[in-house]
């Protein structure tokens, strides 16, 4: 006979709002109740060959051992809308506003559902948001995409011309320079989605910069820098070095094997891989080629670090390492004692994840996790490690390291350098505290 197994933990999936705990809507009920059930029919049923026998009516759950009414009818024919859209059971993943973020104009953030992907690929319907003036579904046939200021040749681009030119395709991350913004001011926000939940990561279509910049002929001895402006009410704008310009910035119009949704640019944005969102400037309509920084309103006002000695650090691109446990995290539930996955994500905007260690214990002590492929440069990296729930107190942690060396920063490090008045650019390790009863909760060390 079968019995349960004593490492089969049981996990309850996080809630996906600021709720009650009256209010919370489990966001994977379905996958909450199998789990509940789960190996009970094994542990009552008779053994393989007395089933295959008939010598006995096993017992159990009717779920497995009872055919359920859905085989006994024809199923529904190909669905008339033409899109496909997630199962009614899964409505409840989705993206979400902050309600502690306040509104301006038509600016807005929504988080994406961390705690309820898999793999590295975020879905197109589930990609986080960040407007500056609202999003637009532009027409593609009237878009126009324009090169000038340093190049022999100023140019204006068509969307046909563009997707005439080869075009390349690759896997990157894209997180704003807020994301777990809240963390710097001691705001312990309940689960992943709103710690991290800026963040996404997607295979991206389109033309490499350098393919632009060259055919219009930019001065290669005197440009350093090139400016990315939207088509958007706020007209952003940014600049990127010309380095970066060269080397893996693209002119997508393709996300996740699609055109690109019109809340991510439709049907044109700029990818400048393991650079800060901002710098993926949506609805692209303007490149200009210049000598020296733009210093455009959002880089002179916004997405600067203002430095413990009062000076705000301008420019600042890159992405650094940083990884977040994504199960169990904040508001989910262990259920019983016994044996978890644990998985999260890593990334880095210097290139590959190297290593990611895991502490159950606050950082006392750590292990290294199994990196799941592919892992891939400036992209997002899945990581999974076993653990043993013995049903004590616990606090996990993850710590990333990349290719370059560098080791994701414990937040008190993090501080010593940058000090406690930033919004942008917070990498510290994130703690999840486990409770006696199982509650995950997100904790702030020093």
């Given amino acids: 006979m079968m019995a349960k197994p004593a490492h089969a933990g049981r996990l309850r999936r996080a809630p996906e709002n600021f709720l009650t705990r009256e209010q919370i809507v489990d966001v994977q009920s379905g996958r909450r109740d199998f789990l509940r059930k789960a190996f009970v029919a094994a542990g009552a049923s008779l053994s393989v060959q007395a089933w295959a026998q008939g010598s006995a009516q096993p017992k159990g759950d009717p779920a497995i051992l ?27 993943l989705a993206r979400r506003e ?40 532009i027409d593609p046939a009237t878009h126009r995409l324009m090169v000038m200021g340093m190049v022999k040749n ?21 997180e704003c320079g807020a994301n777990t913004g809240m963390e710097w001011g001691n705001v312990a926000v309940p689960t992943v989605q709103y710690t991290h939940g ?12 350098k393919v632009l910049l060259d055919d219009c002929g930019f001065d290669r001895k005197r440009a350093r820098f090139v ?53 993926w400037v949506k609805w692209l309509r303007r490149i200009e080629v210049g000598d020296q920084p733009f210093a455009t309103r959002e880089e002179v006002l916004h997405y ?18 940083k990884s977040v446990i994504t199960t169990p995290s904040g508001g989910q539930t262990l259920l019983d004692r016994g044996q978890y996955n644990v998985t999260g ?21 750590w292990r290294t996790a199994r990196l799941q492929g592919p892992v891939l440069g400036k992209c997002l990296t899945r990581f999974n490690i076993d653990w043993t729930w013995n049903g004590g107190p616990a ?10 060396g560098y080791v994701q920063p414990q937040k008190r490090q993090l501080r010593e350098v940058r000090g406690t008045r930033s919004i942008y650019h917070n990498n510290a390790i994130q703690s999840w505290q486990v409770d006696a009863t199982g509650e995950v909760r997100n904790v702030h060390l020093g």
């Fill in 66 to 92: 009872e055919l359920p009414a859905h085989s006994h009818t024809l199923g529904l024919p190909v669905a008339e809308r033409g899109y496909g859209l997630p199962s009614q059971y899964e409505r409840n």
């Fill in 98 to 137: 902050s309600p502690g973020l306040t509104r301006v104009s038509a600016a807005s953030v929504s988080f994406a559902p961390l705690q309820g992907l898999f793999g590295i690929i975020t879905p197109n319907g589930l990609h986080f948001e960040r407007h500056h003036q609202g999003w637009h579904d």
């Fill in 154 to 174: 100023p140019k204006v681009y068509t969307m046909d011309d563009l997707m005439r030119l080869p075009s390349v395709s690759r896997m990157h991350f894209i």
């Fill in 198 to 209: 800026m963040l996404s990561c997607s295979e991206f279509t389109g033309v490499p910069l």
């Fill in 227 to 279: 400016l990315a402006e939207g088509a958007d009410g706020a007209s952003l704008a940014r600049t990127i070095p010309m380095d970066r310009a060269l080397d893996d910035v693209m002119v997508a119009w393709g996300m996740n094997g699609e055109m690109l949704r019109p809340e991510n640019g439709y049907p044109l944005r700029l990818v400048v891989p393991g650079v800060q969102g901002v710098s």
């Fill in 304 to 321: 600067v670090d203002l430095m413990p000695d009062g000076v705000a650090r301008q420019y600042t691109w890159t992405q650094e390492c």
């Fill in 345 to 365: 994500l890593a990334w880095s905007g210097r290139g590959k994840v190297r290593r990611v260690d895991v502490s159950f214990d606050g950082g006392r002590n």
């Fill in 395 to 404: 606090i996990l942690q993850s710590r990333a390291i990349d290719e370059t």
